[in-house]
């Protein structure tokens, strides 16, 4: 390999790390914590998410939305969901009149409200919203997007760095060795093993994109649809005005027939739109399917609750299979615990990229210094 360019991938590969260093250790330890979010949120938070005896038969979910709208003040609706685990509490995500978003658990045999507290100040919604905005809106999300670029670089120019100059060298750089100097084994740890993490921390880095640049999600439908339009998730409610209609049963009734098109086992999401354009949509995950994140959608009327359009997940555009895949890949869910057990070891080691490859730059700076010059 050419000597300068080496030398010139070395400076950048420098100059790059020390810049974006502090946003990858946030990005790469907030990830590692979001990989079990769901476990971690259920262990400590056990009534939240888990009834604490099983019944005999489940309520109307119109009853105890009907009771959280009078009791909590809740203005308006957003999402409902239930889940095909019978221990499961049903969640229900409601903007109350000081316009803040609430989330509820509610025991879908008694209707009880078991628990209450808002979406924003959420330990886990703090967290990504770390991951993905910096907590900075989309200045935060622009910034994180170009650190998970200056990253896929990062370790590609760490690959050929790392490469020997000869192939009887290759079992020294597989090695960390332990025995040796503090500065020996810290720059084997961040050579070595990031040799062996770089395949998958450039799958989470790169599929991390799809949420900070729009470019980076309309590639991936051109590339598998050959158009970069994305297939529109929304459908427009025809019904402009609300019926008389009797709702007593208006949210069962979608739970209902969403069951009677997907007879498939699944959990269920209700999702309310903001506005008062679009219909309302009924997600349905698919828990036969050995990978995640595979669902269809139903979307009804808002106010008379007639079925609008079915998008079985079987006719959704190649594009939109791939999109639905970012998410499992980006958070290692993809093959449930061995694929989350991995990702959260990688993205532990990423965290401590920066920091050990600071140390690397540290210590050749002092050495610089300290270097007697004989005349």
């Not at 770089?198 to 994109?209: K, R």
């Not at 209609?245 to 009734?253: N, P």
């Amino acid at each position: 390999m050419n000597k300068t360019f080496k030398k010139n991938i070395g400076l950048l590969h420098l100059w790059l790390g020390l810049a974006s260093g502090l946003i990858v250790f946030i990005a790469a330890l907030t990830g590692s914590i979001l990989v079990f979010e769901d476990e971690i949120d259920e262990f400590v938070n056990p009534e939240f998410y888990k009834v604490s005896e099983i019944g005999t038969k489940k309520m109307m979910v119109d009853f105890y939305i009907k009771n959280i709208q009078q009791k909590y003040s809740i203005k308006k609706l957003d999402r409902v969901q239930t889940f095909d685990d019978p221990e499961r509490t049903v969640i229900i995500t409601g903007t109350d009149m000081d316009k803040k978003d609430q989330i509820f658990s509610v025991d879908p045999y008694t209707g009880e409200v078991l628990g209450k507290m808002p979406e924003k100040s959420r330990f886990f919604s703090v967290v990504l919203d770390l991951h993905r905005h910096l907590m900075l809106g989309d200045v935060g999300k622009f910034i994180i997007g170009c650190s998970c670029l200056i990253f896929a670089f990062m370790l590609i120019s760490g690959i050929i760095l790392w490469w020997p100059k000869k192939m009887k060298n290759l079992k020294q750089r597989l090695t960390v060795k332990w025995s040796a100097s503090f500065k020996r084994v810290n720059w084997d740890f961040h050579s070595t093993f990031g040799f062996y993490a770089f395949l998958f921390l450039l799958i989470i880095s790169l599929t991390g994109l799809t949420w900070s640049f729009k470019w980076f999600e309309s590639t991936i439908y051109l590339l598998a649809d050959g158009t970069t339009k994305k297939p529109s998730a929304k459908v427009e409610n025809p019904t402009k005005i609300d019926p008389n209609l009797d709702k007593t049963y208006f949210y069962q009734t979608l739970f209902s027939k969403t069951d009677s098109i997907y007879k498939y086992k699944g959990d269920t999401q209700i999702r309310i739109p903001s506005d008062t354009i679009n219909s309302i949509m009924v997600i349905k995950l698919n828990l036969e399917k050995s990978i995640p994140n595979i669902s269809s959608i139903v979307y009804f009327d808002k106010y008379t609750g007639e079925i609008l359009k079915t998008r079985p997940y079987e006719k959704l555009s190649n594009g939109d299979k791939v999109r639905r895949l970012i998410f499992p890949i980006h958070t290692g869910s993809i093959y449930g615990y061995p694929t989350k057990a991995l990702a959260f070891l990688v993205c532990i080691f990423a965290a401590t990229l920066p920091v050990t490859g600071f140390l690397i730059w540290l210590g050749r700076k002092k050495n610089k210094k300290t270097t007697i010059i004989h005349y």
